[in-house]
């Protein structure tokens, strides 16, 4: 008989009961911690970003607490804002950027509440993409131009959110 230790075994904050968690959910968060490492010296300053702290061991009066604030299943890791710059015919408009990325390390899939989540904020205007690899989380970032173009991440050298998802020269 396997004995199970408490770091193999999650509560769930709304059915309270105690289900097995993956031996990969401590990687996924050190690839989330060196990714944001990388962020604080490769964004523009006027990128803003956190995380959504929803996945976190807790006891049973933390987990009613914070269902009672709003706590909402399948909210995406890291949340980034920005604004965003365009010209057209009628003139020089700005409105905000917002993205929310979810983090998944490869083979592992999204739930069924981070793909709701994805379909509800598209469906509100904001942008939701999930990034296998940090080298995928930065592309997608890249590609908004949300990275500075004085520095080169993961080998890329980034000039702006025109679509640049290459090295440049």
Known sequence: MRIITPREQ??????????QVAGATAKEHQVQIQLVSM?????KPTVTFFHV???E????????????MGVLPGVSDLVFLWKQYWE??????????????????????ATDEQV??????RLCGAEFAVARSIEAAIKE????????????????????PTGSTGPMG
């Open 141 to 160: 970032l890249g590609r908004r131009g949300l990275i500075r173009p004085d520095v080169t991440v993961c080998g890329i050298r980034w000039d702006g």
């Open 53 to 55: 702290p929803n996945g």
């Open 116 to 121: 709701a989540f994805g379909l509800a904020v």
């Open 10 to 19: 999650q509560k769930d904050l709304f059915s309270r009961r105690w289900r």
């Open 39 to 43: 962020l604080k010296w490769c964004l």
């Open 57 to 68: 061991l807790r006891d049973k009066r933390s987990a009613a607490k914070l269902k009672a």
């Open 88 to 109: 057209d015919l009628e003139g020089s408009h700005t409105a905000p950027g917002i993205l929310f990325l979810e983090l998944k390390l490869p083979g592992k899939a």
